[in-house]
């Protein structure tokens, strides 16, 4: 019986190729079939130069071989798309082998989306700027040079101390031409085992005056990426600079927790020019950017106008115990009336350190004393200077029941009350003064600009008469309207006062730069006398709690230093910002991080890391969930504050940072200066008439002001046990 098909011949006696087969029209085994005799090369010819009859014959790979192979194994989308991604790994291999090896970096490539860089200096400014600095004796560290800067030949630090010989492990790989070790040539130190003395050991002992404080060692203690705790950092803290007040327990061996030193006597020839040129070797010839990340589209700068390098003195070489290269100033800057938040940070000042108000003020001393001052900028930050601002400002001073008792004549030797104008200080900063007014932005931070008014550009008048034109910012990126532009101090945590916030950030690096010191924000109570942390010359911010940057709310730099011209001349480049972020990102570009230390936050601000919910297995004394919580103590944990005092807060911490609430009173109850008869005329209009009530639980910040004022009123000593004498 014969077959039929079902479907109808079409009339050239050829099957329809329209219909749908359920059998597959192609096969790898023919393919494979059909290619498997394809050569794995192909060769490709290229005429010679000058021979035109002959050619060269260069094997390549056979893209067809290898795509056909591919599909034969792997399907025809997966065989195409592990060919491309084979082509892709081929090409990067070979580019990273070449940018690793062959390109003028040395470096293997990084991802397209890194932060472009903001380096604008080349090698040999790089070089000088940390020759100045080591010379200057503003590098008391043993952290190395970083092989970037290239030095050839070993650095020489007189200030550090010799350090033995070593003998190199045997089969140690070598640095090459490029050295990162340095040579201490400076003095020996002396580790001071600090304790209270018996016939005052309820409180502990000054500093000993010219000592200083390892932050070497200190890091070997606190540094949150090596795991340290800040409950023991704060007990090595305490116990180190003898402020356990004779309540020292018996521990294990601590010579270890030493970190403050006295100098010994110096070498005749340490600091002679030609110890200090035995090494910083800069290498010779045209700029050298191996090894440094330009900025995209800038040109290096001009080499820095640098002074003369101040070599470190002896504190027993001067006829007075104050170097005048290294000032003992305090600064401090704040926008509006003033309140109970810089009352409350002078008056922490007069509580800890050694400022000589408990002494007649005749006395003779061998101390530094330090000063504090206070700048104010008396109107919004965005405002035009007014001409009788320095006598409006003493006129408020004298007015408000807050500032006007330092204003008594017993601070006056302390205590200083500055005028902040921006301009002055801008055309006052050499870096700065001939290019500054060219920027359409001086309110930047972190890359955020506010468009600022014409008319309320506190530049506008001294613009339009030097080169006609007078606003500070291109586009506006604010929702708050002109409201933000008019505000003076931060009333709540809806209307903060951004401008000022972004004044303060340029603030900070202009007075440490003109005048030398440490600057302090606003909210930020002194713990501890700084003696050793003036005695350490080097510069520093603080960690930013968890993440590897600088918090600069406390910031030590020397005046008219290398790296303050680096980074004013950099920031120029880079749209004058100062946000401490991006003041991280200009050192580490540049290599030179170890030149601004970054102490670790338990020194300053210690409840940082815990209220990122970090370490509460092992918190610190007191535990705080959030910075709030310094206002507002909670009811559970409100015994500790009353019963502990200032003793039970943060102890061997030098600072207490309490970030921002500067709308939240210090002390409800008792909303004024409570300093006692010697000033209640000029409180009396504040005091209200029930003000015998009082709560029942005292908060930390509570107790933290009343503790104070009980100094200034003579109920009780400083953290010293010395009695202010009027």
Same mark, same amino acid.
């Given at each position: 019986?014969?077959?039929?098909?079902?479907?109808?011949?079409?009339?050239?006696?050829?099957?329809?190729?329209?219909?749908?087969?359920?059998?597959?029209?192609?096969?790898? +085994?023919? !393919?494979?079939?059909?290619?498997?005799h394809? @050569?794995?090369?192909?060769?490709?010819?290229?005429?010679? *130069?000058? %021979? /035109?009859?002959?050619?060269?014959?260069?094997?390549?790979?056979?893209?067809?071989?290898?795509h056909?192979?591919?599909?034969?194994?792997?399907g025809?989308?997966r065989?195409?798309?592990?060919?491309?991604?084979?082509?892709f790994?081929?090409?990067?291999?070979?580019?990273?082998?070449?940018?690793?090896f062959?390109?003028?970096?040395?470096k293997?490539?990084?991802?397209?989306?890194?932060?472009?860089?903001t380096?604008?200096?080349?090698?040999?400014?790089?070089?000088?700027?940390?020759?100045?600095?080591?010379?200057?004796?503003?590098?008391?560290?043993?952290?190395? +040079?970083? !092989?970037?800067?290239?030095?050839?030949?070993? @650095?020489?630090?007189?200030?550090?101390?010799?350090?033995k *010989?070593? %003998? /190199?492990?045997?089969?140690?790989?070598?640095?090459?031409p490029?050295?990162?070790?340095?040579?201490?040539?400076?003095?020996?130190?002396?580790?001071?085992?600090?304790?209270?003395?018996?016939?005052?050991?309820?409180?502990?002992?000054?500093?000993?005056?010219?000592?200083?404080?390892?932050?070497?060692?200190?890091?070997?203690?606190?540094?949150?990426?090596?795991?340290?705790?800040?409950?023991?950092?704060?007990?090595?803290?305490?116990?180190?600079?003898?402020l356990?007040?004779?309540?020292?327990?018996?521990?294990?061996?601590?010579?270890?927790?030493?970190?403050?030193?006295? !100098?010994?006597?110096?070498?005749?020839?340490?600091?002679?020019?030609?110890?200090?040129?035995?090494?910083?070797?800069? %290498? /010779?010839?045209?700029?050298?950017?191996?090894?440094?990340?330009?900025?995209?589209?800038?040109?290096?700068?001009?080499?820095?106008?640098?002074?003369?390098?101040?070599?470190?003195?002896p504190?027993?070489?001067?006829?007075?115990?104050?170097?005048?290269?290294?000032?003992?100033?305090?600064?401090?800057?704040?926008?509006?009336?003033?309140?109970?938040?810089?009352?409350?940070a002078?008056?922490?000042?007069?509580?800890?350190?050694?400022?000589?108000i408990?002494?007649?003020r005749?006395h003779?001393?061998?101390?530094?004393?330090?000063?504090?001052?206070?700048?104010?900028?008396?109107g919004?930050?965005?405002?035009?200077?007014?001409?009788s601002?320095?006598?409006?400002?003493?006129?408020?001073?004298?007015?408000?029941?807050?500032?006007?008792?330092?204003?008594?004549?017993?601070?006056?030797?302390?205590?200083?009350?500055?005028?902040?104008n921006?301009?002055?200080?801008?055309?006052?900063?050499p870096?700065?003064?001939?290019?500054?007014?060219?920027?359409?932005?001086?309110?930047?931070?972190?890359?955020?600009?506010?468009?600022?008014?014409?008319?309320?550009?506190?530049?506008?008048?001294?613009?339009?008469?030097?080169?006609?034109?007078?606003?500070?910012?291109?586009?506006?990126?604010?929702?708050d309207?002109?409201?933000?532009?008019?505000?003076?101090?931060?009333?709540?945590?809806?209307?903060?006062?951004?401008?000022?916030?972004?004044?303060?950030?340029?603030?900070?690096?202009l007075?440490?730069?003109?005048?030398?010191?440490?600057?302090?924000?606003?909210?930020?109570?002194?713990?501890?006398?700084?003696e050793?942390?003036?005695?350490?010359?080097?510069?520093?911010?603080?960690?930013?709690?968890?993440?590897?940057?600088?918090?600069?709310?406390?910031?030590?730099?020397?005046?008219?230093?290398?790296?303050?011209?680096?980074?004013?001349?950099?920031?120029?480049?880079?749209?004058?910002?100062?946000?401490?972020?991006?003041?991280t990102?200009?050192?580490n570009?540049?290599?030179?991080?170890?030149?601004?230390?970054?102490?670790?936050?338990?020194?300053?601000?210690?409840?940082?890391?815990?209220?990122?919910?970090?370490?509460?297995?092992?918190?610190p004394?007191?535990?705080?969930?959030?910075?709030?919580?310094?206002?507002?103590t909670?009811?559970?944990?409100?015994?500790?504050?009353?019963?502990?005092?200032f003793?039970?807060?943060?102890?061997?911490?030098y600072?207490?940072?309490?970030h921002?609430?500067?709308?939240?009173?210090?002390?409800?109850?008792?909303?004024?200066?409570?300093?006692?008869?010697?000033?209640?005329?000029?409180?009396?209009?504040?005091?209200?008439?029930?003000?015998?009530?009082?709560?029942?639980?005292?908060?930390?910040?509570?107790?933290?002001?009343?503790?104070?004022?009980?100094?200034?009123?003579?109920?009780?000593?400083?953290?010293?046990g010395?009695?202010?004498?009027?």
């Amino acid at each position: 019986m014969s077959s039929s098909s079902i479907y109808m011949p079409r009339g050239n006696g050829h099957r329809d190729k329209g219909r749908i087969s359920l059998l597959s029209s192609h096969s790898s +085994v023919h !393919e494979r079939h059909d290619h498997r005799h394809l @050569p794995w090369t192909t060769l490709v010819t290229l005429p010679i *130069p000058g %021979i /035109p009859t002959r050619q060269l014959k260069i094997p390549v790979p056979s893209l067809a071989r290898i795509h056909q192979t591919s599909i034969a194994r792997f399907g025809r989308k997966r065989g195409s798309a592990v060919l491309a991604i084979t082509v892709f790994a081929l090409f990067f291999t070979l580019f990273a082998l070449a940018k690793r090896f062959g390109g003028g970096e040395q470096k293997w490539p990084t991802a397209s989306f890194s932060p472009p860089s903001t380096l604008v200096f080349g090698r040999e400014e790089l070089q000088k700027i940390w020759k100045w600095e080591i010379e200057s004796g503003h590098h008391p560290s043993g952290q190395k +040079v970083p !092989e970037e800067i290239g030095f050839t030949n070993v @650095p020489a630090n007189p200030s550090l101390p010799p350090r033995k *010989p070593t %003998i /190199p492990p045997r089969f140690s790989q070598s640095l090459g031409p490029m050295t990162a070790d340095i040579v201490g040539i400076g003095p020996k130190r002396v580790y001071l085992d600090i304790q209270s003395s018996l016939n005052n050991v309820a409180y502990p002992p000054r500093p000993v005056p010219g000592s200083v404080a390892d932050l070497d060692v200190i890091m070997e203690h606190c540094d949150f990426s090596q795991q340290k705790y800040v409950r023991d950092c704060l007990e090595v803290l305490r116990l180190g600079g003898g402020l356990d007040s004779g309540n020292r327990l018996r521990r294990g061996k601590m010579d270890e927790w030493k970190y403050i030193f006295l !100098e010994d006597e110096w070498a005749k020839d340490a600091l002679s020019p030609s110890a200090l040129d035995a090494g910083n070797t800069h %290498i /010779p010839g045209p700029p050298d950017v191996k090894g440094l990340r330009m900025k995209p589209g800038a040109a290096w700068e001009q080499p820095l106008p640098l002074l003369p390098p101040s070599p470190p003195k002896p504190v027993v070489a001067g006829p007075s115990p104050c170097d005048d290269d290294n000032p003992r100033i305090f600064h401090m800057f704040w926008t509006g009336p003033f309140t109970d938040k810089p009352y409350a940070a002078l008056m922490s000042f007069l509580y800890t350190q050694n400022t000589g108000i408990h002494l007649p003020r005749d006395h003779e001393t061998n101390v530094c004393r330090p000063k504090f001052w206070f700048w104010v900028n008396p109107g919004p930050a965005a405002s035009v200077a007014n001409p009788s601002a320095y006598r409006d400002m003493f006129d408020e001073l004298k007015n408000n029941s807050w500032s006007a008792p330092f204003l008594h004549p017993r601070f006056q030797d302390v205590i200083y009350f500055k005028l902040w104008n921006i301009t002055d200080q801008l055309d006052n900063t050499p870096e700065m003064k001939d290019e500054w007014r060219s920027f359409p932005a001086l309110f930047n931070s972190g890359g955020h600009k506010f468009e600022v008014p014409k008319a309320k550009s506190p530049i506008a008048g001294d613009l339009a008469d030097k080169n006609g034109t007078a606003s500070l910012a291109a586009t506006r990126t604010s929702s708050d309207g002109e409201d933000i532009y008019n505000r003076v101090g931060s009333q709540s945590a809806e209307t903060v006062d951004k401008l000022s916030t972004v004044m303060s950030d340029i603030a900070r690096f202009l007075l440490c730069h003109r005048y030398g010191g440490v600057y302090l924000d606003a909210d930020n109570l002194l713990l501890r006398d700084w003696e050793e942390l003036w005695g350490w010359k080097g510069a520093f911010a603080y960690r930013w709690s968890r993440l590897p940057g600088y918090n600069t709310a406390i910031l030590r730099m020397h005046k008219h230093s290398a790296i303050g011209s680096f980074l004013f001349r950099t920031a120029l480049k880079n749209d004058l910002d100062f946000h401490p972020m991006t003041i991280t990102k200009y050192f580490n570009d540049a290599h030179l991080q170890d030149l601004l230390f970054r102490v670790p936050d338990a020194l300053f601000d210690p409840a940082f890391l815990s209220v990122e919910n970090y370490q509460r297995d092992r918190p610190p004394q007191p535990v705080f969930d959030k910075f709030e919580e310094f206002f507002d103590t909670p009811v559970q944990d409100s015994a500790a504050p009353g019963a502990l005092g200032f003793d039970g807060f943060f102890k061997g911490a030098y600072c207490y940072h309490w970030h921002n609430s500067y709308w939240t009173p210090f002390d409800r109850a008792r909303n004024w200066p409570d300093l006692g008869p010697r000033f209640s005329s000029q409180v009396a209009a504040e005091i209200p008439g029930n003000s015998d009530k009082d709560t029942r639980d005292l908060g930390w910040s509570t107790v933290m002001k009343r503790t104070f004022e009980a100094y200034i009123r003579g109920d009780r000593p400083n953290m010293y046990g010395e009695w202010i004498q009027w």
